[in-house]
C-alpha cells in the first residue's frame, strides 16, 4: 500500500546512456513532480503536473523529458546523461496545485553517472 | 530574488531541546512546511504553519511570525532518531514551494 512508488531505487549508468526513472502514486492526488536534490541536499524542482498537464518546467536541459500518461504516473526520462546529473531524484505528489497541502514523496533514486 | 535561510548544521545533546531556525524573503506568502529527512530517505512532513504563533504537535513544536520572516522547529527531549535534515519551504504568492538547503542535526549521547 506504497503511496508513492519510485523505481529504481539506484541506477548506475555510464555518460551518453538514456534512462527512464518510473512513478506511480495511489493517493488519487492531482498533481505530481519531479524534484532533484544534489550532494549539497538542496530540493530542486524540475517539473510539475497537473492532471497530465505538464504545469511548470523549470530550467532544465531538454535531455529530460516527463511523460504522464495518466494522473497517477509521472515518469522522467533523460537523454544523453552527463556526469552533472547524479543526483537523488524524487517524485512527490500533492492533492492540489496550490501546494498548501503537503508533499508526499517517493523514496528516490539514486542516480549515478560514471 | 527568494531566500530561504536555514543554518547549515547543528548538533545538540540526547534528551536537550534544539530550535532550528528558518528566515525568508519570498514574493509573497501562503504558508511555510518543515519536512524531515532522514539520511538517504525521502523528506516526510512534519508541520505547517500559516498564522503567527506556535502549532505543537507532540516533541516537535513550529513557530512562525509572518512580519519578521522567521519561522522555528523546536525538538524537545531528543532522540538519537531525530538525527537528520530538517528542510524550511514556504509557498509564495504564486503558490510555488521555495525550499532552504536544509539543517543537518546531529544528535549526541
Known amino acids: 500500500d506504497t503511496a508513492v512508488s519510485q523505481t529504481p531505487k539506484y541506477l548506475v549508468t555510464q555518460m551518453g546512456n538514456d534512462k527512464s526513472i518510473k512513478c506511480e502514486q495511489n493517493l488519487g492526488h492531482d498533481t505530481m513532480y519531479w524534484y532533484k536534490q544534489d550532494s549539497k541536499k538542496f530540493l530542486k524542482i524540475m517539473f510539475s503536473?497537473?492532471?497530465?498537464?505538464?504545469?511548470i518546467n523549470e530550467t532544465v536541459p531538454n535531455r529530460f523529458s516527463p511523460k504522464s500518461p495518466d494522473k497517477a504516473h509521472l515518469n522522467l526520462h533523460i537523454n544523453s546523461l552527463e556526469l552533472g546529473d547524479s543526483a537523488v531524484y524524487f517524485c512527490?505528489?500533492?492533492?492540489?496545485?496550490?501546494?498548501?497541502?503537503?508533499?508526499?514523496f517517493g523514496n528516490g533514486t539514486r542516480l549515478t553517472v560514471t | 530574488g527568494q531566500n530561504i535561510d536555514q543554518p547549515t548544521e547543528m548538533t545538540a545533546t540526547e534528551g536537550a531541546i534544539v530550535q532550528i531556525n528558518c528566515t525568508y524573503q519570498t514574493s509573497g506568502f501562503n504558508g511555510l512546511f518543515w519536512y524531515q529527512q532522514h539520511a538517504g530517505e525521502a523528506p516526510t512532513f512534519l508541520s505547517y504553519n500559516v498564522l503567527d504563533g506556535l502549532e505543537e504537535k507532540g516533541r516537535f513544536s513550529s513557530f512562525l511570525s509572518r512580519s519578521k520572516g522567521y519561522s522555528y522547529l523546536l525538538l524537545k527531549e531528543l532522540q538519537m532518531k531525530d538525527s537528520a535534515s530538517y528542510l524550511c519551504?514556504?509557498?509564495?504568492?504564486?503558490?510555488?514551494?521555495?525550499w532552504g538547503a536544509g539543517t543537518k542535526l546531529i544528535i549526541k549521547p
Open positions: 512527490a505528489s500533492s492533492p492540489t496545485l496550490e501546494m498548501v497541502s503537503p508533499l508526499h
Open positions: 503536473y497537473n492532471n497530465k498537464e505538464l504545469i
Open positions: 519551504a514556504v509557498i509564495d504568492s504564486n503558490y510555488q514551494l521555495i
